[in-house]
T-cell receptor, first 114, second 112 residues
Framework: KAGVTQTPRYLIKTRGQQVTLSCSPI?????VSWYQQTPGQGLQFLFEYFSETQRNKGNFPGRFSGRQFSNSRSEMNVSTLELGDSALYLC?????????????FGPGTRLTVL | DQQVKQNSPSLSVQEGRISILNCDYTNSMFDYFLWYKKYPAEGPTFLISISSIKDKNEDGRFTVFLNKSAKHLSLHIVPSQPGDSAVYFCAASYNQGGKLIFGQGTELSVKP
């Protein structure tokens, strides 16, 4: 079974631009969560989607948004990029929603904002 | 506010010995705890979990202990192997929410 895939793996943007990251969950998984990893803040929860509905949201500004499609694939968008948005963005999928279900992580997208 | 804390950024252990990684939390609402392992350039990999109704869970060489009164959990790896060298994150959640709150991670180095 193929794992969670994220595209692109690396991205360089400049301040003020916007970016869209993509995540394809493991086949059959309907829940997708997004996390941001930075050296200073560690792994922080962004949002969780299940069956195209946002189920949970972390403490991030409105510049961070996401969506999930009917095939469970998910995208997250960051508008008006800031230097502090440079991070590794991780996507995780699970069969059902809720943390009692094991979450499988993708390799992440490394975003650098210049 | 760091609700989940791993106070040791690094730990070095000899091959064959026990590795003990510690994690403290502040939110008494947490009812599910997990440990993940992360290699460089890869996403975290689930290791083991424990519900708050238990105080111990074992899976092969890995055992997680939960002390609710102290709001403390630990991961024991016995025996430690060089392939266990990685960053270990503890995480917590509550109310079946998909939101995992992670600690800062502990880098384990197992020396041959």
């Amino acid at each position: 079974k193929a794992g969670v895939t994220q595209t692109p793996r690396y991205l360089i943007k400049t301040r003020g631009q916007q970016v869209t990251l993509s995540c394809s969950p493991i086949s059959g998984h309907r829940s997708v969560s997004w996390y941001q990893q930075t050296p200073g803040q560690g792994l922080q929860f962004l949002f969780e989607y299940f069956s195209e509905t946002q189920r949970n949201k972390g403490n991030f500004p409105g510049r961070f948004s996401g969506r999930q499609f009917s095939n469970s694939r998910s995208e997250m968008n960051v508008s008006t990029l800031e230097l502090g948005d440079s991070a590794l963005y991780l996507c995780a999928s699970s069969f059902l929603a809720g943390s009692y279900n094991e979450q499988f992580f993708g390799p992440g997208t490394r975003l650098t904002v210049l | 506010d760091q609700q989940v804390k791993q106070n040791s950024p690094s730990l070095s252990v000899q091959e064959g010995r026990i590795s003990i990684l510690n994690c403290d939390y502040t939110n008494s609402m947490f009812d599910y705890f997990l440990w993940y392992k992360k290699y460089p350039a890869e996403g975290p990999t689930f290791l083991i979990s424990i519900s708050s109704i238990k105080d111990k869970n074992e899976d092969g060489r890995f055992t997680v202990f939960l002390n609710k009164s102290a709001k403390h959990l630990s991961l024991h790896i016995v025996p430690s192997q060089p392939g266990d060298s990685a960053v270990y994150f503890c995480a917590a959640s509550y109310n079946q929410g998909g939101k995992l709150i992670f600690g800062q991670g502990t880098e384990l180095s197992v020396k041959p």
